[in-house]
């Protein structure tokens, strides 16, 4: 009996949010508003709210209510393509805040994954990469010097990293390995993603390679965090 009582719930939640009776950011009606509509208890309205918030479009703010989210982003895995390109395509304005570009010794894992010596200088990044001016991402990248030293005089807030090292540095990426994870954020990271301590990322590392004479060399190594409530990864593979 319960069962189809909060399906019932969340599928006029559904069409209310899918026909736009209930934009982005719109707050739906109470639970006990609901509870009272369907003559349900509260708890199966809770159940029904809960569901949809699972799924990624509602999103419960203490004290407030509960609202309706911006629609995911969606990020193929199975190419290599850049946040400008990503959010371009999704039709909003991508820009970047750069926190730090410095020449740093790299770290252990860094000169593991680069193929570098022991402490060989790299040039590291730190900037949130923002959609519509909304913090969607914070990413963490370390670039050879030999390759990349370029881009310390380069636009990186405007800009995209990829577009300035192929045109401007002549460099010309040939693939990338990546590894996909969930997380919680630091208290930093929460902080410059505008998200609560608590809230969920998903943390992609990955390695670029570059054309080299004889085979592909890394040339960028680093990790991105996605906000949860923003993004949905997708990759198709054949049986």
């Known amino acids: ?26 707050a739906i009606p109470s639970e006990k508003a609901l509870a009272a509509h369907f003559s349900i208890a509260r708890m199966t309205a809770r159940q029904a709210v809960d569901g949809l918030i699972h799924d990624g479009m509602l999103v419960r703010v203490h004290g407030r209510g509960t609202f309706v989210t911006t629609p995911r982003v969606e990020r193929e895995l199975t190419r290599m393509h850049g946040f400008s390109e990503d959010m371009r395509a999704q039709g909003m304005a991508p820009s970047s805040r750069l926190l730090l570009r410095a020449v740093v010794p790299a770290p252990t894992e860094v000169s593991e994954a680069l193929g570098l010596e022991r402490r060989e200088a790299v040039i590291v990044l730190k900037r949130v990469r923002l959609a519509d001016g909304t913090p ?5 990248s370390y670039l050879r010097y030999d390759l990349c030293q370029s881009i310390l ?11 300035f090292l192929q ?14 994870r969930a997380a919680l954020p630091t208290s930093a ?13 998903l943390v992609v590392t990955q390695t670029t390679f570059v054309e080299g004479m004889a085979s592909d060399i890394p040339a960028i190594f680093g990790r991105t965090l996605y906000r949860g409530d923003r993004y949905r990864f997708r990759l198709e593979v054949p049986r």
């Open 189 to 201: 990271e929460a902080a410059v993603l505008e998200v609560p301590r608590r809230y969920p990322v």
């Open 167 to 180: 045109g401007c540095a002549g460099v010309s990426f040939r693939c990338a390995a990546q590894e996909l």
């Open 1 to 26: 009996m319960e069962g189809p009582l909060y399906r019932k719930v969340q599928e006029y939640l559904r069409d209310g949010i899918e026909s736009g009776a209930w934009p982005a950011g719109a």
């Open 153 to 163: 005089a380069a636009d990186l807030e405007t800009g995209s990293l990829y577009t």
């Open 136 to 140: 969607m991402a914070f990413e963490l």
